[in-house]
């Protein structure tokens, strides 16, 4: 059995968020996930977007926690060294009733806080995005991408550095009071947690987890969006998020054309209501569907620019013949006393992640002192990315390790060096896709045809790893079945 | 004065290319490759059938590479192994292309620059077949990659999802290293490959092909566990009602080639919209003054033999380029003579060469053969059918040596004599021809040949 005064349960967005707020004070913190990896669910399958918050209800909990994660998220990209880059973003009108609907959308703005939203005609839409129709637009200027990936791995390797234990693929199978002492006594995967308090931010299961606790009141019905990847044609097509007006009790942002922090662009999501919270297929039907009404918003994309597909799900507590939003549930339990509840965090639970986490603080601190550490180390270190770098720099790393010298994936230029650190730093990456979303290999259009064959050499050559060991992602996603002879 | 000429890629094509150049007249050729040998993707093909147009010879692809790299080290080109092009520029003389290896980032001015960068394949994204995405799928590339030269085993049993002539020689391949092949899916109504690899890569291993289908749906939350297939309309969409589940925990993906022009729209080339291949005139020469392009990265070829012959060519007219000589035009698209799609019934498929001749024997008399050999192979075949075999043994320290036997044995010896060679050791790598060791099933007694290429 192990002692922590914090469990937190799930490693995703928000997870990692709480994890690495509390590692500010004394506590002695534990968090347990049951994938290999952080970001393996709702966190890595998502638009990559930090939302301004007008698309909330004003007084709501994501209204409110939205502002305030996108007004903080640049200087928390800083610190942390995640790419981030602010973008803006357009909602175009295609009708009269659009741009009703874009007006109220900029006063529930301006009541949820977001600066400077206006709206321009379709002179000036022209003007910007000759390639996008429409009779006006939205623009709402503090919209932003970021790399979703980066950010989570960042919040977990800052966290761990100060202090937080992780345990991966240790999913929670029990949660029971712990009679002698008033907390409580959690079953992840092979151990067993002696805790106070159980920080629930097991996103889509977050239901399941409260239920385990005997808080039996929620329940998420997960709603899948799929998407599609394309080239690197941002630069070409569209350098701004691109949305339709979203009509009204949808429950998600209608399909979209968003540029990602590496210069892709991707197409969606859907939104479809489904029984499996794991089931992050494609399909036929919404694929076809996701292209032709991306079409109608950029009609220079072509099917060739597709290099490829990834579904991830919304954990909604409005049930499908509700739709739409229902806020964030952010509390202790009255009938579990030391169960902190986080529901339903769906769109802008990445936006508002650090204020969520910050929020848990609060609640804490309502209970126990909290005691801020004098060497918390609030700063971050990414891998340096050698296709960033000046020709110069790039120069240097390579005279500091010729292992910079050699490109190991062709695609997005990502050498030797950068994937040994992956695999090196601590905690370090154990899966080819958490190498790929330390070190951005096999993301681009080969999918890894030339990459991934010379990682698995360098795994089983360098860190003496067998073939058969080799995981795609969590235990189960085995890549070989061992050597030929 | 001639110049120098800077060429991307030791493939067939830029080794090609670097000897044309050299004979023409070239004060110095460098060729930049990115990977730590030269020879390109023909390292990975340890099948035969390459050589015989350029070499008069039957060669597995390491040993066409070695015979190509020897022509153009024998005609004075520098390989510069361990070097990735990141971008052409434009520089006073011509241009500089800018790669980087283990000694930095390295600044090589050319007057004349040639392309010679391949392709790579089409992936499952590209063509968005649905379902999750498990592990467990492969392009037929890199499942080669992985068993050719890493002695990395993808899986148990595999689909093959398009009958390219990569995925046909990798179901061969597989079945001769254990795996078991399922089947084989091709959109299209015929294979797309050359009937010589229907023949003796799918009919010899009794491994099904089904036309006119396609995978629709992937099965499998962490590993592949089963593929859907469905029939397809004319339109080349799954008919409902039509679908088969076949268990599987690998997805082979032998779906198309694209040529690989990173390197080429750095410099601002001219790319086919449809194929993305760098668009030439007939003297291979891209839109870009003094860039030329050969091979697989101007437009997918079918045979190594091919891309060698474009490559010369291009080398030729890099190097007339800066003498303000005539070029030569390329004016063949060579590939219409050889035989592809399913083999003709009543007919015996010569797999000799790639030309795959469709031999008719009536009365002891063949007909529709090109060269003799064609008839003494449907005579040989109506009575013992014989084959070459190709494979790898691995040595002490765990490289894979690519091998193939002295002789053509017995079609039945095929898979009994490659499960006994994959038992094989050797102490060190041999050089090429050298026996390695010897093999025997039943009464078939065969030395093993090493193909290395060294």
Known sequence: MKDTDILIIGAGAVGCAVARELSRFRLRITAVEKEGDVASGTSGRNSAVVHAGFNNRPGSLMAKLGVEGNRGFESACEELDVPFQNTGKLLVAFDEEDRNILERLIEQGKKNGCEDLRLIDAEELKRRLPQVGGIGAMISPHTSIFDPFAYCVALYENAAENGVRFYFNSPVTAVERDQAEGGFLVTAGKQIFRTRFVINCAGLFSDEISKLAGVDRYRIYPCRGEYYILDKVADSLLSIPVYPAPKPGIGGLGVHITPTIDGNLIIGPSSEYIEDKEDVSCTSEIMEKLFTEAKLLLPSIERRHIIGNYAGIRAKQAPPEEGGFRDFVIREEETCPGLINLIGIESPGLTASLPIARMVRDLLSARIDLIEKEDFQPRRKGIVRFRDCTEEEQNQLILSDPEYGELFCRCQKVTKREIREAIERTPGAKSISAIKYRAWATTGRCAGGYCLARIADLLIRDYGMKPEEITLRSPGSELFRGEVK | ?454
Request: aromatic share 4%; proline share 5%; with cysteine.
């Open chain 2, 1 to 454: 004065m001639s110049g120098t000429i800077v060429i991307i890629g030791a493939g067939p094509g830029g080794l090609a290319a670097a000897k044309g150049a050299r004979l023409a007249g070239a004060d110095r050729v460098i060729i930049l490759e990115r990977n730590e040998e030269p020879g390109g993707i023909l390292n990975q093909c340890i099948h035969d059938g390459f050589g015989l147009l350029r070499y008069g010879k039957h060669l597995s692809g390491p040993e066409y590479a070695m015979h190509a790299i020897a022509e153009a080290e024998q005609c004075g080109a520098e390989i510069l192994p361990g070097h990735h092009v990141l971008r052409i520029e434009p520089d006073s003389r011509g241009h500089s292309v800018i790669a980087a290896s283990r000694n930095g980032l390295g600044k090589f001015e050319a007057d004349a620059v040639i392309l010679s960068t391949g392709c790579r394949e089409r992936t499952r994204g590209a063509i968005s077949i649905p379902g999750p995405r498990p592990a467990g799928i492969y392009t037929a590339g890199t499942a080669q990659n992985l068993i050719n030269l890493r002695n990395i085993l993808p899986g148990k049993r595999a689909v093959i999802l398009g009958s390219g002539d990569i995925g046909m020689i990798m179901a061969r391949r597989m079945r001769l290293e254990g795996m078991e092949v399922a089947a084989v899916i091709e959109i299209l109504p015929e294979p797309a490959g050359l009937s010589r690899n229907v023949s003796q890569c799918l009919y010899d291993f009794d491994i099904p092909i089904h036309c006119r289908h396609t995978v629709s749906r992937i099965f499998g939350k962490q590993r592949v566990e089963a593929v859907e297939i469905s029939k397809v309309d004319e339109q080349r969409k799954p008919i409902k009602g039509s679908e088969q589940i076949i268990a599987c925990d690998t997805l082979i993906l032998s779906v198309g080639l694209i040529p690989e022009n990173e390197t080429a729209e750095t410099a601002g080339v001219n790319l086919d919209p449809k194929t993305n291949g760098a668009m030439t005139d007939a003297f291979l020469e891209t839109s870009v003054r003094g860039i030329f392009a050969c091979g697989n990265c101007r437009k997918i070829m079918d045979l190594a033999d091919y891309v060698s012959e474009q490559g010369e060519t291009a080398g030729y007219n890099a190097v007339a380029r800066i003498q303000g000589n005539a070029m030569k035009a390329w004016d063949r698209e060579r590939g219409s003579d050889l035989r592809k799609g399913f083999p003709e019934p009543g007919t015996v498929t010569c797999t000799l060469c790639p030309n795959g001749c469709q031999v008719k024997l009536i009365n002891g008399i063949a007909s529709g053969n090109r060269c003799p050999r064609g008839a003494d192979f449907a005579a040989r075949e109506a009575v013992l059918p014989m084959r070459t075999v190709t494979t790898t043994v691995k040595t002490a320290d765990g490289e894979l040596v690519p091998v193939h036997l002295d002789r053509p044995v017995r079609k039945d010896a095929v898979l009994p004599l490659s499960r006994e060679i994959s038992r094989m050791r050797i102490s060190s790598s041999m050089k090429c021809g050298e026996a390695v060791g010897s093999a025997a099933w039943n009464d078939t007694e065969v030395r093993v040949l090493s193909s290395c290429g060294r």
